[in-house]
């Protein structure tokens, strides 16, 4: 069996929970700050509300 304790773990910036590396990552793992699409997505939609409210 084939486990995996030892991969790189981060918090989200929209939720802060921890979540950790994915393949899928391997060549932007710096620049992720979202663990799911869902995150990313409510964090652009606050940052819009907040611009909107500025103006």
Request: proline letters at 5%; a positive charge.
């Amino acid at each position: 069996m084939h486990r995996k304790p030892h991969l790189p773990s981060k918090l989200c910036q929209t939720c802060q929970r921890p979540f950790t590396w994915r393949k899928k990552w391997q060549d932007c793992w710096e620049d992720v700050r979202h663990c799911s699409q869902r995150c990313r997505h409510n964090a652009r939609q606050a940052a819009r509300e907040t611009h909107h409210d500025q103006h």
